[in-house]
């Protein structure tokens, strides 16, 4: 877009700063990520002062600064706590708009997990309603290895 | 403990615009410092410390403080950078606060600034999320207002409509304000019937994206009333930045952060009644909704009880508690600069120098932060000294 001040042009500069980047999971996320891949199953971490059950999972608690060791094993089904209808477009998220975001509760956990909603028509999710996990097939140790979370 | 008393003693901001070609961004920084420096009557030779801040990502340039120099003036100064993400304006005047209640400096030019037209916004904020949690499938900033905004509607009752009433106060308020961006009054039918963007997050529910900023000089007591007939004393400041991934926030509330840092603020500062004791609010909204249940979390009424007070009209101008006389994030949003514009209008009501947009006989004024997985600043000042 040109602007122009009396017969002055202004000009822009267009440039791009592309950065590749390998971000550490570190070995709480990765046992995490593994057991999504390897069993389908959602394990957290639960601290040992304050009972707070991490999904994800985290090494030290948000609430007391405990170091966590302990692992538990969370359902892949739990209770979607609010979400949205995103009906813009990014690049930067994988899917077309519309598409439903959701934090869901996992049974067992105490902090939500934040994924995608599918399965249902965009006027039928309610907040509060149960949901439950749909793994991909061909797993890698991802966050997506859960393709989305839909109603039951 | 505050060993020094602390006050604004001048404030100056550019004329906002969704893209300012006319200026790069250190020309940007530049009117805001010098039309400061102008309304405390001074040079920058009269400036101790300088701090700056603006956004990561945004226009893509590491060392800020250093580049920004023939903006900021703070050559061969003491100058830092901090950047705390939507909070970054109330980070860099609470930093300016520190500084000189510390008595580390007497004189200290706080900065936001930022040029949103540099860059692709979405992007830029989502380099904020945690890149293997959250980033996946929550990139950009609606999506994080659009569920908070959910879960408050659907436990309070509230509505679209509701929200609404925010926007439209907000933007008829920013007709009084010669530098606000958005300067057109929007009624609740435009609002109604703009595109949706993320349920129920509507276009004219959201902030703009502005080319701005916004400069503040913060004077210890042996300056401050040498410097201004009428200061704003900082009478106290809070900040809460509790959480890191997007899944901890406890979406039940409302606004857990700004609860707790207001209930602080107002136990410093002796209030206990905000909403008769504080006279004007210019407060960090950057969607409508947040118009409801944030200023729930600062206790101006119980919850889900706000879209009442907003209806009744009593944080309209000539109102109990107006909100916003700037027109506030709806009507402009240089992000950098926003939460440093919010202390920035509160000081200039405390001052007595917003023109149209001055309510009447402010003694105490309070100005609010937000930032990205939902962390508050607030901020407290009054025409009188502290004790
Ligand atoms: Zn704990």
Redesign the interface.
Known sequence: MAQKQQDQELLQYESRIKVPYTWSVGEVGSRFLMELKENRKIWATRCPSCDMVFVPPKKTCTYCFSDIHEWVEVKDEGVLQTFTVVRYETPLIPGKPPYIIGIIMLDGADTGLVHLIAGVPHDKVKVGMRVKAVFEEKRKGHILDINHFKPI | MAKEKTAIVATGQTHHRS?R??VNGIELIHEAVTRCLEDGELTIDDIDAVVIGNMDHFE?INYVDTWSIDGSGAFMKPIIKVTTGGTTGSTVGHCGYHLVASGMFDKVLAIGWEKNSESDT??AI?TAFD??????????A??GL???A??YM?KYGATEKDAARVAVRDRKHATNNPYAQLRKEVSIEDVMNS???????KLLDVCPRTDGACAVVFASEQYAEKICDRPAWIHGISAKH????????D??DRLPSMQMASKELYAKAGIKEPLKEIDVMELYLPYSCAGLSWIEALGLCGPGQAPKLLWDGVTDMGGELPINPSGGVIATNCIGATALLRISEAAVQVMGRGGKRQVPDVNTALASGFGGCFWSDVTLLKSTKPK
């Open positions: 893209s070609l006319d893509g979405t992007a989502t890149p293997i949690w959250d980033r996946l499938v929550f990139a950009g609606i999506s659009a569920v908070e959910m879960a659907v595109p949706m963007l993320s349920d129920p997050i509790p959480y890191n991934y997007l899944g901890d926030y979406w039940e």
